[in-house]
């Protein structure tokens, strides 16, 4: 009896899974069928290649150049500062703290909190001290305030690839006389390349795509930035000034400006996830 009752309980929530799996793969499919719908026929060169022009968000000429540049440096720059913070974070945690279980339980329901907060709420806060200090909106208070936010997001992610080093590996280490900093960046990070390549990923991902958190700190133009101190555009937000807009054409274009955005997301997962496998294929060999 109770071997046909597990039975029967395993074919339900197999079917229970199989029902889940199915709802979000359809959900996925109908956003990545209806944007590719609307946006690949407004989509050509000359809106890639070109700038906002005078009436553009009223159906006027020019692309969306600015915001696709703006949110490379905007990712591209949050990622680098949360990579330089994530990495000796986590390796601290699992190296330094190996022995220290309740204190690094504390230290990542911390991160967990921090990790739930929204993004509107580091943006708010970034804004509130830029008011404090007097500063205005840049693309270099767009980057803190992204790698603040993705911050907790990457060491978790790093956090739970370390842990899955051998207790083995840093019991020898220690045995043979070797500091724990060589073992947390000769074993522990080395070991852990495919998950840290995987949280880069990650993190990457939720940073191109916010528009919460540079919403108040970044600011929107149609130009390029040169330099740090200037204002910079996104995808995120001209997606969304595009779509208030009652004019079906600069609707269209905001659709064109997703596709976009999903086909640098794509790209990057594509990168990252070759990239674990090439060094998960190394490490097995």
Not at 58 to 79: K, P, R
């Amino acid at each position: 009896m109770k071997n046909q009752r597990r039975k029967a309980e395993e074919k339900i929530f197999i079917q229970i899974m199989r029902i889940a799996c199915g709802i979000i793969m359809l959900v996925m499919g109908l956003i990545i069928i209806t944007i590719l719908k609307k946006g690949i026929p407004a989509l050509n060169w000359k809106i890639l290649t070109s700038v906002p022009k005078g009436g553009f968000y009223f159906g006027g000429e020019g692309g969306i150049l600015n915001a696709i540049i703006g949110s490379l440096y905007l990712a591209v720059g949050a990622t680098l500062i949360a990579f330089v913070i994530s990495t000796p974070t986590s390796l601290f945690l699992n190296v330094h703290l190996k022995k220290y279980f309740k204190l690094q339980n504390a230290i990542r329901l911390f991160i967990d909190v921090l990790w739930g907060v929204p993004s509107v709420v580091y943006g708010a806060f970034a804004f509130s001290v830029m008011i404090y200090f007097g500063l205005r909106a840049s693309l270099l208070a767009g980057i803190l305030t992204v790698s603040i936010f993705i911050s907790p997001i990457m060491i978790r992610s790093m956090d739970e690839s370390l842990k899955t080093v051998p207790l083995n590996l840093y019991e020898a280490a220690l045995s043979l006389g070797s500091t724990k900093f060589e073992i947390a960046y000769k074993i522990f990070f080395k070991k852990g390349i495919p998950g840290i390549a995987t949280a880069i990923l990650l993190s990457f991902g939720r940073a191109i795509g916010d528009a919460a958190s540079v919403l108040f700190t970044t600011g929107f133009t149609d130009n390029i930035p040169k330099s740090l101190t200037q204002p910079a555009a996104t995808l995120p937000l001209s997606i969304f000034f595009q779509l208030s807009s009652p004019i079906p054409e600069v609707q269209d274009r905001a659709y064109a400006a997703a596709v976009v955005l999903t086909i640098i997301i794509l790209l990057i997962s594509i990168t990252g996830r070759t990239i674990s496998q090439k060094f998960t294929k190394n490490d097995i060999k």
